[in-house]
């Protein structure tokens, strides 16, 4: 029987990359965000490309109103449910800096709001006893920066919520894969200066697959970043702080 997949944050260019593979092999498709005559198409898209349906659910990580329709559907799936979260903010650090009230939405969008639902797909996953959950999360997670610390806070709070699920999934039959992309060419980077190595998101979807093959627990993508970030991570915190990295 096929896998279905609840897709948060489903208009993301990179969860339409991987939702263009999911469908291609067969799976079942159901496409979670705040914009349904938008994902709307994207599901047409997945049905023509051999999904074995596909269809839209609202989500809104800041109501949680949604989150108890989209339980109910997972439940109502037969066979393994599995959840791919792409959901994310990063206003720019200035603009939370002057308004700190913006925090609890940039916290909500890449946390909270995704782990409420994942929170309740997971005793459908340990009562199947499989299913997978994907997480992107960041490298800007790994360590705060000047410029991004409050989203990377969101992240890195995503990350360890995620190592979490997995130690508790894993012993369930299910999987959890931590997603860490570096700088990737999407509509959340549009404009933004400075960005090297850029990535497509069509290449974000090719190791996440390739991961899930080989049942990896973390990954960067592209790989390289892992590299980037050991480095990052051994600068001593008396010079770190002095950097604009
Ligand atoms: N682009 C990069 O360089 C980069 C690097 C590392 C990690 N990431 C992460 O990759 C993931 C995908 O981002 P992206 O780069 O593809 O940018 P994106 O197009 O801006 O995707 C962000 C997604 O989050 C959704 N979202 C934001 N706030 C939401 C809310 N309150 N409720 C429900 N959905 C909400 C957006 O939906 P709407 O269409 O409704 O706004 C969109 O689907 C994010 O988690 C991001 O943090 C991106």
């Known amino acids: 029987m096929a896998e279905t997949w609840i897709v948060l944050g489903a208009s993301s260019s990179m969860a339409r990359a991987l939702v263009r593979r999911l469908a291609a092999r067969g799976d079942g498709l159901i496409l979670a965000g705040r914009d349904l005559g938008d ?11 051999g999904a074995a ?67 309740g797909l997971a005793p459908i996953i340990e009562a199947r006893g499989a ?22 806070a969101a992240k890195a709070a995503f990350a360890t919520y995620l190592s979490g699920l997995r130690n508790r999934l894993g012993r369930a039959g299910g999987h959890v894969l931590t997603v860490k992309p570096g700088f990737t060419d999407t509509a959340m980077t549009w404009g933004i200066e400075g960005m090297f190595l850029v990535a497509s998101p069509d290449k974000v979807a090719t190791d ?20 980037i970030m050991g480095i990052i991570r051994l600068i001593p915190e008396r010079v770190f702080k002095k950097l604009s990295v």
Do not use: H
């Open 131 to 152: 299913g997978t959950v994907i997480g992107v999360g960041s490298v800007a997670g790994d360590r705060g920066r000047i410029g991004n610390y409050v989203y990377g």
């Open 39 to 49: 994902l709307e198409r994207d599901a047409a898209d997945a049905r023509v490309r």
């Open 208 to 227: 996440i697959l390739s991961a899930l093959e080989k049942q990896r627990n973390v990954i960067y993508t592209p790989f390289f970043w892992m590299g």
């Open 53 to 119: 349906f596909a269809e839209t659910i609202r989500f809104d990580a800041r109501d949680l109103a949604c989150v108890a329709s989209i339980l109910a559907r997972a439940g109502a799936c037969e066979g393994t449910v599995s959840a791919a979260v792409f959901v994310g903010s990063m206003p720019p650090q200035a603009e939370i800096d002057a308004d700190p009230g913006l925090i609890e939405g940039v916290v909500t969008d890449s946390f909270t709001g995704p782990a409420r639902v994942l929170q």
